[in-house]
Nanobody, 123 residues
Framework: VQLQASGGGLVQAGGSLRLSCAAS????????MAWFRQAPGKECEFVAA????????SYAESVRGRFTISRANAKSTVYLQMNILKPEDTAVYYC?????????????????WGQGTLVTVSS
């Protein structure tokens, strides 16, 4: 599975961004998709995950109510809509995929990773 993330950039606090991750190489609808992020000097942390149906989702408490994960199986793409962004959301965001249907919150639950896209939130 190849994953290509895009949509990062510079935004002011309180603003919004939408990240996209396009998948190829495997039937997209069978994959659990997730977003993780890594801020400078910090460990990689879980942000959100979604099952193939789109009905089962999981969020980190730090982003719940502000971020929304969604997917378009026909386009083999997963999205992360980020609203009310805060400076502490600044990080490189990575999309990840897995075929085991675990909806995992740990990085070990994902076998496939894309390159990161940088999100910078200015105060």
């Amino acid at each position: 599975v190849q994953l290509q993330a895009s949509g990062g950039g510079l935004v002011q606090a309180g603003g919004s961004l939408r990240l996209s991750c396009a998948a190829s190489g495997r039937t997209f609808s069978s994959l659990v998709m997730a977003w993780f992020r890594q801020a400078p000097g910090k460990e990689c942390e879980f942000v959100a995950a979604i099952r193939w149906s789109g009905r089962d989702t999981s969020y980190a408490e730090s982003v719940r109510g502000r971020f929304t994960i969604s997917r378009a199986n026909a386009k083999s793409t997963v999205y992360l809509q980020m609203n009310i962004l805060k400076p502490e959301d600044t990080a490189v965001y990575y999309c990840a995929a897995d075929s085991r249907n675990l909806l995992a919150r740990g990085a070990g639950g994902y076998d496939y990773w894309g390159q990161g896209t940088l999100v910078t939130v200015s105060s």
